[in-house]
């Protein structure tokens, strides 16, 4: 099972890893803004962030761009809705934002490339 | 894939004599291995490079050494030879590759006589074809 984003499934046809950004707060540690800060200082509260690793896989090159244009279209849209992770989890109000290529268009037994993408809850 | 005692080889234009046998090796330079959450074995592997060595083995006399004097690593040319693809094959084929040398070797064995190797990597004129095979004409 791959994962999909707002119902879509943009990612299968490759394998996929998913990481949880830090969580909680933001804050400044002492000494940040000047050396009178003596205390933490909290700011507010961190939002959602979820990276997804994971290499798009295609018959050739036009399947694999079909995909890559696909994904590009999403991302400048901002596509926003549930992420369901492959293990099923679901994390509602996520927004796609980015794929970054992780590497060269590979040529091998099947065409391929790596990628990394954020989603955020935007706070 | 193993050629024994092929005939008529020819390399970057000069007929090479006594040539025990030709061998080629594929390896994988980049392997491209991907895991997914689900566990902990890769569901994903690819191979992005290869490298297709060829190893000349002939024997090293007098004569031999004098006709591949000029040959040094960074040289480049065509390989070109006729050979069945085993000893028991009795189906000939003419092969041929563009080479690059990577070493040329000579060893002492005792009793068989000095051997000289010379060692190669295939080139690929457009990444695509596989650098070595049938020659124009196929079989011999």
Wanted: include cysteine.
């Amino acid at each position: 099972m791959g994962s999909t984003i707002s119902g879509q499934a943009l990612f299968d046809s490759g394998p996929q890893r998913f990481a949880i950004k830090p969580l909680g707060s933001l804050f400044l540690p002492p000494l940040t803004l000047d050396d009178l800060q003596h205390t933490t200082v909290v700011i507010e509260d961190l939002e959602l962030r979820v990276v997804q690793t994971g290499r798009l896989v295609g018959v050739d090159d036009d399947d694999l761009w079909d995909q890559i244009e696909l994904i590009q279209t999403r991302a400048e849209d901002v596509l926003t809705g549930t992420l369901v992770l492959p293990s099923g989890k679901s994390l509602a109000s996520m927004s796609l934002l980015r794929m970054k290529p992780a590497g060269p268009i590979e040529h091998g037994r099947v065409v391929s490339m790596a990628y990394e993408v954020d989603y955020i809850r935007f706070g | 894939m193993l050629w024994i005692e092929p005939h008529s080889t020819v390399l970057m234009g000069t007929l090479i004599t006594g040539v025990r046998a030709i061998t080629s090796h594929s390896s994988a330079k980049r392997v491209l291995e991907e895991w997914t959450d689900g566990g902990p074995y890769a569901t994903f592997i690819d191979v992005a490079d290869i490298s297709i060595e060829i190893v000349i083995e002939r024997d090293a006399t007098a004569d031999a050494f004098g006709l591949l004097d000029g040959v040094s690593p960074g040289d480049q040319g065509v390989l070109r030879f006729i050979a069945a693809p085993s000893g028991a094959s009795a189906h000939a084929e003419a092969v041929s590759a563009i080479v690059v040398v990577t070493a040329v070797k000579h060893i002492l064995h005792g009793g068989s006589g000095p051997v000289q190797t010379i060692v190669c990597r295939a080139v690929s004129q457009d990444g695509v074809v596989r650098p070595i095979g049938p020659a124009d004409g196929g079989s011999a």
